[in-house]
């Protein structure tokens, strides 16, 4: 428990400061930055699990698959672990106030959509199941974003689901971000005169994504869709979170 000097002051002003609306003092920009940040890593960290057991979803030779959601959870926070250093087991100081409300409601978003693919996941005689990193994280991100005042979407230039279009902040933000360097620097702002924080994590194609994403450019995927062309390392998308300073 943080330290706090001894003032005395009238009751009414006392529940203000301390108590604001949720029973907390608001967090301060830097920490709803940084609650932004672990948002977005949370759910690359889901990504890169279907990425990594890609293989194993799409084995038309077997039934049961045994990639259930509890197994889904252990490999996520072990992931989320390696990227932040955060183990989301245990209660840390590290963590900023409400993060770890926040990050545990979109676990929770997370292994329900697994949850609901466990039918799709566990077809024998089918191989590509179009249950994907893409696929899970717009499903993941839109369950989390109905249940709470902040928004998580996945968004990209070119999307093949146009609920993942952008917006006119986030096109321009992606317009930034695909004319640097690779970087996994997020563009983070605040708008609204400080009352809406803006983030734009940045995804880039990885060799496994150019199966359906690289060349020949406009021959049709496994999924249908035409090719894009890309190539290892440029720019996929951005994983797009928006705060309000009331988000509790």
Not at 102 to 118: C, G, W
Not at 123 to 132: A, D, L, M, P, V
Request: net charge neutral; proline share 6%; glycine share 6%.
């Amino acid at each position: 428990m943080l330290a706090r000097s001894i003032v005395f002051l009238p009751l009414g002003l006392m529940a203000i400061l301390l108590w604001p609306q949720s029973g907390w003092a608001q967090p301060s920009q830097k920490e709803t930055e940084r609650t932004a940040e672990l948002l977005a890593t949370l759910l690359d960290a889901g990504r890169v699990v279907i990425e990594r057991n890609q293989p194993l979803i799409n084995d038309s030779r077997r039934g049961d698959k045994g990639f259930s959601p509890d197994v889904f959870e252990k490999l996520v926070l072990d992931e989320f672990f390696r990227q932040s250093q955060i183990d989301l087991n245990k209660s840390g100081s590290s963590l900023p106030p409400h993060a770890k409300d926040l990050l545990m409601q979109l676990l929770l978003a997370s292994k329900e959509v697994v949850a609901d693919a466990q039918f799709v996941i566990n077809q024998r005689g089918i191989g590509y199941k179009n249950f994907i990193p893409a696929t899970f994280g717009s499903q993941a991100a839109r369950k989390f974003s109905k249940r709470s005042k902040v928004t998580i979407k996945q968004t990209t230039l070119d999307p093949r689901n146009l609920q993942n279009a952008p917006d006119a902040y986030e096109e321009a933000a992606l317009r930034r971000l695909a004319h640097q360097p690779a970087s996994t620097t997020a563009i983070i702002e605040w708008l609204n005169g400080g009352q809406l924080l803006r983030a734009m994590m940045p995804i880039y194609y990885s060799e496994d994504c150019l199966i359906c994403h690289g060349s020949p450019k406009g021959i049709l995927d496994i999924s249908g869709y035409p090719r894009e062309g890309a190539q290892v390392g440029e720019l996929a998308g951005a994983i797009s979170i928006q705060i309000p300073v009331d988000h509790r």
